[in-house]
Nanobody, 127 residues
């Protein structure tokens, strides 16, 4: 069983910051090998924002490089996304995702890499 619960979304003005958290629980513990953040603004497709492996290898989407920071606290199994210098194009529902199977680094931002998803948290950035 795997459960992901996001928190930290909200409304902020352009240039502001938000920090998303994703509390995870799994059995057996430490079964998750890769975790990531995705967002969905318009339509059914989810855009990969950032991904991190259990060993700390990280991949970012070009659109957020230098502004977003993903981190994983292995002690508490909590995933974070620090978002700075937000702009209206970042407005979306953000989802936490996790995978416990094999993966390729090149596919760290691809939804099919992940088999567990949170319920999503809204982020709204106003100009």
């Amino acid at each position: 069983q795997v459960r992901l619960v996001e928190s930290g979304g909200g409304s902020v003005q352009s240039g502001g910051s938000l920090r998303l958290s994703c509390a995870t629980s799994s059995y057996p513990p430490n079964r998750l090998l890769v975790m990531g953040w995705f967002r969905q603004a318009h339509g059914p497709e989810r855009e990969g924002v950032a991904g991190i492996t259990k060993t700390g290898v990280i991949k970012y989407a070009d659109s957020v490089k230098g502004r977003f920071t993903i981190s994983l606290d292995n002690a508490t199994n909590t995933l974070y996304l620090q978002m700075d210098n937000l702009n209206p194009d970042d407005t979306a529902v953000f989802y936490c995702a996790a995978g416990d199977g094999g993966f390729l680094f090149s596919r760290l931002l691809v939804p099919a890499t992940y088999n567990y998803w949170g319920q999503g948290t809204q982020v709204t950035v106003s100009s």
